[in-house]
């Protein structure tokens, strides 16, 4: 059976079968004059024992306002010190945390507000160009579950600790006690490209446990200091980071409300940080950010990068220059809490760079044919799909979709193409639903996109499908030049790539671009690279 894309995670370690609450109980009485949180901007920061003080004021305030167990308490806030307050209250009285994208305009927040049922809402008052206030306002008439809104920084939300006094921290205990590992703890919306998103149901033991061992594959202790630019509102902040830094007794640093690069340089330089995390973009744009060089980094080693493919020629300038030497690469989803693979620090730069990593602690995966669910030999490309502690309990109230993506056996089927060698290293080569058909020919584009990497005037690249009468499908570069005064031609990139690429994977058209579309966790929105073209 070796000889099958199937690989069951063992480990020494067994899962935790603690609440969230339980476990910060734990880290907050072994490390407690330990830094647990540092917000950069405000200077702001918190010993262990501050931090757990903090949340339980918190967590009373919430219980003295009539959230009860199973409530949906919202937080539509970019990163600060209050969104991780709030994370893990609501995990101390058995509310239900709903992640509300920082991004959302308000037809998208009436949605959120209304299918999860939400009572209370603690937002931001404005970020960039979005007046939440304003936002609330439009929707609320429609929404009438909601029957509080706390603004981060203003009156309102001080009305939430200010409630404590009214809750006992015995009361609090007995609200704890009725708790389990296995209740809905967190709804995170999937962005779709086509219709409303779907809320992931996560319990404490999907995302206490997930980010748990994604911290024990990085070795982290409590000397450990990590730096957080990615958003809270997805699993990769508030798991792989808030987690899988406290269940260690590490310490979490905020650089800013939103990604900046030279923001986070700053913060990773002043607070010694020793692990960085960020999407593959993120790290692109810390490396180009001129002087770079200036910045001391020499306190780094380790990070985690994840969200999205991450080109090989970025990870090898992030473990030179960044000394990041124990760089990790993750790989998941919401819906898996999210991590499954990951690769592990004795990794050679081989499978650090040409790899997702093997399977996670606990988990299992496979590889199968899409169409018949066939497991297939190791070496042959199909449908990764993940079983174990991690998968969610189903899409909140939508259990008809549920069911199209958890089978009978609990396997959660990701929609992601992989090949599973035969050392056990899974590599995704795209997404079911981004493969290119071109005249009968499957074309990967993450094999094409790291390919072009190698180009020396290309920065950045995607590659898409777009129609085309004659093949069906045809083969566009979306790049951004090195340089752009003296951007690559297409006559340039189709000589580079004849040498290499079979004939039917060489680009047909090229897109020259200043940025990508991207969500706000730093994904490209490749549906947007199609549908841009020839407009």
Known sequence: MSGLSYAHGT??????GDTIGRNLDRAVEAFGEREALVDVVSGRRWTYAEFGAAVDELARGLMASGVDKGDRVGIWAVNCPEWVFVQYATARIGAVMVNINPAYRAHELEYVLKQAGISVLVASLAHRTSDYRALVGQVRANCPALRSVHYIGDPSWDELPAASAAVTVEQLAVREAQLSCDDPINIQYTSGTTGFPKGATLSHHNILNNGYFVGEMVAYTEQD???????F????GMVMGNLGITSHGACIVIPAPAFEP??????VQQERCTSLYGVPTMFIAELGLPGF????????RTGIMAGSPCPVEVMKRVVAEMHMDEVSICYGMTETSPVSTQTRREDDLERRTGTVGRVMPHIEVKVVDPVTGVTLPRGEAGELRTRGYSVMLGYWEQPERTAEVIDAGRWMHTGDLAVMREDGYVQIVGRIKDMIIRGGENVYPREIEEFLYGHPKIEDVQVVGV??????????????????????????????????????KVPRGLRIMEAFPMTVSGKVRKVELREGYGA
Do not use: K
Not at 262 to 267: E, I, S
Not at 293 to 300: C, F, H, Q, T
């Open 233 to 236: 509102y997805h699993c990769f």
């Open 467 to 504: 129609p085309d009468e004659r093949y069906g499908e045809e083969i566009l570069a979306c790049v951004i030049p090195r340089d752009p005064a003296d951007p690559p031609t297409l006559d340039e990139l189709t000589a580079y790539c004849r040498e290499q690429l079979a004939h039917y």
């Open 293 to 300: 060089a200036s910045y001391d980094l020499s306190s780094l």
């Open 11 to 16: 480990g020494d370690t067994p899962l935790l």
């Open 225 to 231: 200091r990590v730096c957080l630019p990615v958003p």
């Open 262 to 267: 030279a923001a986070v340089l700053a913060a």
